[in-house]
């Protein structure tokens, strides 16, 4: 029970760094910044870290890729939608966590 939950809490804290730089992400696609490659390249390795068929890293990859094919409104707004979605994972990992682990 104790490794389940220590697995939970590492997942959600993937999921806070993810979120946290979708949220970077979202600014600097608004602001047409020079440190857009660095936070992709940081997404990119976070991504990597996670299972192939994990949700949260099919989240990030579908913001990145956006984000690199497209810096425009509809990139900000597919970032978005994977921030929010992320967010969600956050809220299921705390609502588990905080429950107690089954």
């Known amino acids: 029970m104790e490794e389940r939950r220590g697995q939970l809490v590492q997942r959600l804290r993937q999921a806070e760094q993810a979120r946290d730089l979708l949220r970077e992400l979202e600014r600097?696609?608004?602001e047409d910044s020079?440190?857009?490659?660095?936070?992709?390249?940081?997404?990119?390795?976070?991504?990597?870290?996670l299972p192939e068929a994990d949700?949260?890293?099919?989240?990030?990859?579908?913001?990145?890729?956006?984000?690199?094919?497209?810096?425009?409104?509809?990139?900000?707004?597919?970032?978005?939608?994977?921030?929010?979605?992320?967010?969600?994972?956050?809220?299921?990992l705390r609502g588990t966590i905080d429950r107690g682990v089954t």
């Open 28 to 30: 600097l696609l608004k």
């Open 34 to 49: 020079r440190e857009l490659e660095s936070t992709l390249e940081r997404l990119d390795g976070l991504a990597q870290s």
């Open 55 to 92: 949700r949260i890293r099919w989240f990030i990859e579908s913001a990145v890729g956006s984000a690199r094919v497209d810096r425009s409104v509809k990139a900000g707004s597919d970032v978005s939608r994977s921030r929010s979605a992320v967010e969600g994972e956050l809220s299921t």
